[in-house]
């Protein structure tokens, strides 16, 4: 049963627009949620968190929104660029020890 | 510093044969996960060390599947018996505290023909 879920698997955005990727959950006990950003061949890497106790998080061109009446997560990247296309996964916990991953959603910027 | 490194990075291997996948954290971090992505899906995570509490093993998938960390250094994730639905690529992560943000390996990425 997929707890996380990135409904859309592919995004294409034109360079300098925002992207927005998002993620549904379905667990309100969830209480930290994180975005992982990954190239082919490679280990995801750390973007942005969020705890449950905020409903935004912003860290230069990323922002992170948490709507948990909704059970809605979504990064936002302003302005895209093109070093920005990669795999984006979004995960969520309940008490930092078992983590639940999307499905991820492939960003492509066009140049 | 050297980031978290696991080896082999390739596994072909037979099936019925047992495997061994190795994980070397970053030094320092208490946490060390192991995840599994199947071809075209999300990671599933398979267990959790901390420190030297009782692993969280809640997502190993049967019996086959075994993992093992001897204080907060190297991991190692055995899979007995292997099957052609253990192929995959096996992702290990550490972390410096429990909330703390994951930082992952490359992947071993196993092939059982």
């Known amino acids: 049963d997929q707890q996380v879920k990135q409904n859309s698997p592919s995004l294409s955005v034109q360079e300098g627009r925002i992207s927005i990727l998002n993620c549904d959950y379905t667990n309100s006990m969830f209480d930290y949620f994180l975005w992982y950003k990954k190239y082919p061949a490679e280990g995801p890497t750390f973007l942005i968190s969020i705890s449950s106790i905020k409903d935004k998080n912003e860290d230069g061109r990323f922002t992170v929104f948490l709507n948990k009446s909704a059970k809605h997560l979504s990064l936002h990247i302003v302005p895209s660029q093109p070093g920005d296309s990669a795999v984006y996964f979004c995960?969520?916990?309940?008490?930092?020890?078992?983590?639940?991953f999307g499905t991820g959603t492939s960003l492509t910027v066009i140049p | 510093g050297a980031g978290v490194s696991q080896s082999p990075s390739n596994k072909v291997t037979e099936k019925g044969k047992d495997v061994e996948l190795r994980c070397d954290p970053i030094s320092g971090h208490t946490a060390l996960y192991w995840y599994r992505q199947r071809l075209g899906q999300g990671l599933e995570f398979l267990i959790y060390?901390?420190?030297?509490?009782?692993?969280?093993k809640s997502g190993l998938p049967s019996d086959r599947f075994s993992a093992e960390r001897t204080g907060e250094s190297v991991s190692t994730l055995t899979i007995q018996r292997t099957q052609q639905e253990d192929s995959a690529v096996y992702l290990c992560a550490s972390s410096p505290a429990r909330y703390g943000e994951q930082y992952f390996g490359p992947g071993t990425r196993l092939t059982v023909t």
């Open positions: 995960a969520a916990s309940i008490t930092g020890n078992q983590f639940y």
């Open positions: 060390f901390q420190g030297n509490s009782a692993p969280d």
